[in-house]
């Protein structure tokens, strides 16, 4: 985790340095979008899930041609194979989800500068790190000021740690004490996620003033299997209530522990509800911390091919309305609220005070949150 650590700090300062705004001058253009999945597939019912909808919908409404490519296997080699392979077809814009299409970044947007890159969760330090082999995360070191993102590529980042406080906040007014999370990978956004879940479940502690304690590990990958399900187990069977289960297919293994002890799991990037509760047990599902990935990228399709416009910057995405909730790149669902004691009311009350600053929420993964003496956190080693 420790690469990642100054990642945030620099997306921050890369949207005063990186920005570079063109007229795509395109209009004649015919334009095919593709979308290369990351380390999951299309039927993740998570990140890689959201995106490809994004793109599907947004393709058919538009009578765009689209398609979708999966690399061989999770490396570098076959993500660039993958997106050489969109490119010969044809495919002039390349959605890709995730932050390790880093390194596929480099090795082809200024090959070809007549394609369009669209990448989310794809963060400056990101790039730095693929772009200069010997580059750490530091921010003292100088080489992020002579680096230029390439004109043909937008990237989004999210402030998840607003999903991520949203969640915590209201699982603790919901009335549960005893909690988990459970991340895939400790990359910076699933770092940022569950970093704000410890700070909004105190910060709910201390206005309840209840004692709680959370249970904090990575599983070191995007999906579940026994191993991580086994540590799962022994959570829910200690007493723990929920786990806010971070990172893509992960949650499989949450939820089949939880099933066991009639317990319940918080869903991650998309609202999970209907996939959890279908597969597990209705009501499972207390909520979701969502982000708009599905928005993301149909805002960028519309701006690119509709409006012919192409803005390439490192974009950070987050609350932009207190009022219009649906608006939000960071949000909890409203469709179908099913928590009693914590209210949509309430939760607009809150969007509304982290959105004037009443709240502030810090951003720094270079350490731990600070916590109240409401709260215990146990960060456990990670599972692998």
Same mark, same amino acid.
């Given at each position: 985790?420790?690469?990642?650590?100054?990642?945030?700090?620099?997306?921050?300062?890369?949207?005063?340095?990186?920005?570079?705004?063109?007229?795509?001058?395109?209009?004649?253009?015919?334009?095919?979008?593709?979308?290369?999945?990351?380390?999951?597939?299309?039927?993740?019912?998570?990140?890689?899930?959201?995106?490809?909808?994004?793109?599907?919908?947004?393709?058919?409404?538009?009578?765009?041609?689209?398609?979708?490519?999966?690399?061989?296997?999770?490396?570098?080699?076959?993500?660039?194979?993958?997106?050489?392979?969109?490119?010969?077809?044809?495919?002039?814009?390349?959605?890709?989800?995730?932050?390790?299409?880093?390194?596929?970044?480099?090795?082809?947007?200024?090959?070809?500068?007549?394609?369009?890159?669209?990448?989310?969760?794809?963060?400056?330090?990101?790039?730095?790190?693929?772009?200069?082999?010997?580059?750490?995360?530091?921010?003292?070191?100088?080489?992020?000021?002579?680096?230029?993102?390439?004109?043909?590529?937008?990237?989004?980042?999210?402030?998840?740690?607003?999903?991520?406080?949203?969640?915590?906040?209201?699982?603790?007014?919901?009335?549960?004490?005893?909690?988990?999370?459970?991340?895939?990978?400790?990359?910076?956004?699933?770092?940022?996620?569950?970093?704000?879940?410890?700070?909004?479940?105190?910060?709910?502690?201390?206005?309840?003033?209840?004692?709680?304690?959370?249970?904090?590990?990575?599983?070191?990958?995007?999906?579940? $299997?026994? /191993?991580?399900?086994?540590?799962? +187990?022994?959570? *829910?069977?200690? #007493?723990?209530? !929920?786990?806010? %289960?971070?990172? =893509?297919?992960?949650?499989?293994?949450?939820?089949?522990?939880?099933?066991?002890?009639?317990?319940?799991?918080?869903?991650? $990037?998309? /609202?999970?509800?209907?996939?959890? +509760?279908?597969? *597990?047990?209705? #009501?499972?599902? !207390?909520?979701? %911390?969502?982000? =708009?990935?599905?928005?993301?990228?149909?805002?960028?399709?519309?701006?690119?091919?509709?409006?012919?416009?192409?803005?390439?910057?490192? /974009?950070?995405?987050?609350?932009?309305?207190?009022?219009?909730?649906?608006?939000?790149? !960071?949000?909890?669902?409203?469709? =179908?609220?099913?928590?009693?004691?914590?209210?949509?009311?309430?939760?607009?009350?809150?969007?509304?005070?982290?959105?004037?600053?009443?709240?502030?929420?810090?951003?720094?993964?270079?350490?731990?949150?600070?916590?109240?003496?409401?709260?215990?956190?146990?960060?456990?080693?990670?599972?692998?």
């Amino acid at each position: 985790m420790k690469k990642f650590i100054f990642v945030f700090m620099l997306v921050f300062v890369s949207l005063f340095a990186l920005v570079a705004c063109k007229e795509n001058g395109d209009d004649d253009k015919t334009f095919k979008v593709a979308m290369v999945t990351d380390y999951g597939d299309i039927t993740d019912q998570s990140f890689n899930q959201a995106t490809y909808e994004g793109c599907k919908d947004w393709c058919q409404k538009n009578n765009v041609d689209f398609k979708y490519y999966k690399p061989a296997t999770n490396s570098d080699d076959d993500r660039i194979a993958s997106t050489k392979e969109a490119i010969a077809a044809g495919y002039n814009v390349i959605v890709m989800p995730g932050y390790a299409f880093a390194p596929t970044i480099e090795a082809v947007a200024t090959k070809y500068a007549d394609v369009y890159f669209i990448a989310l969760d794809v963060a400056l330090g990101d790039l730095l790190a693929a772009h200069f082999p010997d580059y750490n995360y530091d921010p003292s070191d100088s080489k992020w000021a002579s680096y230029s993102l390439p004109a043909n590529v937008y990237c989004a980042v999210y402030q998840e740690e607003i999903a991520g406080y949203l969640a915590g906040y209201a699982a603790v007014q919901e009335g549960y004490t005893k909690l988990g999370f459970l991340g895939g990978m400790s990359v910076p956004a699933v770092v940022r996620y569950g970093y704000g879940f410890v700070q909004g479940a105190d910060k709910a502690a201390q206005e309840k003033d209840v004692e709680i304690s959370i249970n904090y590990v990575y599983g070191g990958q995007f999906f579940g $299997d026994s /191993d991580i399900t086994a540590v799962m +187990d022994t959570w *829910y069977n200690g #007493g723990t209530e !929920v786990v806010f %289960a971070c990172g =893509g297919g992960i949650f499989s293994s949450a939820a089949e522990a939880a099933k066991k002890k009639n317990a319940k799991v918080i869903g991650v $990037d998309v /609202d999970q509800r209907p996939t959890i +509760d279908g597969l *597990y047990g209705e #009501g499972m599902t !207390v909520t979701s %911390a969502m982000k =708009g990935l599905y928005a993301t990228v149909q805002t960028s399709l519309t701006n690119l091919i509709t409006d012919g416009k192409f803005v390439s910057k490192i /974009d950070t995405l987050g609350l932009v309305s207190k009022d219009n909730l649906s608006l939000n790149y !960071v949000q909890l669902p409203t469709e =179908g609220w099913a928590m009693k004691n914590f209210t949509v009311e309430q939760y607009k009350d809150l969007v509304a005070k982290i959105f004037d600053k009443e709240i502030v929420i810090s951003a720094d993964i270079s350490a731990h949150p600070t916590v109240s003496d409401k709260t215990e956190v146990d960060y456990q080693a990670d599972i692998k």
